[in-house]
């Protein structure tokens, strides 16, 4: 009978938690919205863009969390590429630094392997 209490205590505090990622999801939409009625520049308009696929899977996450799982793989992806543009942009008058680039570098890898490694062990579930 205690099991039964404990369990319906973890369910109400994932269900807070799970309101919680929805209520802040929805705040950061809406001052992405208040952002987007002023915006000026194209810069700004990425920035929006940015903020939205961040907060994707925080709001995906108590509907769907295989929805919010490629939500959060989509972001780090994104992330990643613009850290790659940005490290390896040549511009004149800025000096190179390969440690930045390492650094980029081994973010992108660590993703990957982190998706193959997640890929195969969802793999290897279905088969037991």
Known sequence: MEGMHYRKLFDLIISW???YFVIIGTLVLVCLAMLVAVMAS???????????????????????????????LLAYSGLAAALMWIAFWSRAGVA????????????????????VLAWRNEGRARKH
């Open 42 to 72: 194209a810069s700004e308009a990425v920035m929006v863009a940015a903020g939205l696929l961040a907060v994707a899977p925080a709001v995906a996450l108590p509907f769907s969390t295989r929805v919010a799982k490629w939500l959060l």
């Open 96 to 115: 190179s630094v390969p440690l930045i680039k390492s650094a980029v570098v081994a973010f992108a890898v660590l993703l990957v392997v982190r998706v």
């Open 17 to 19: 938690v799970m309101a």
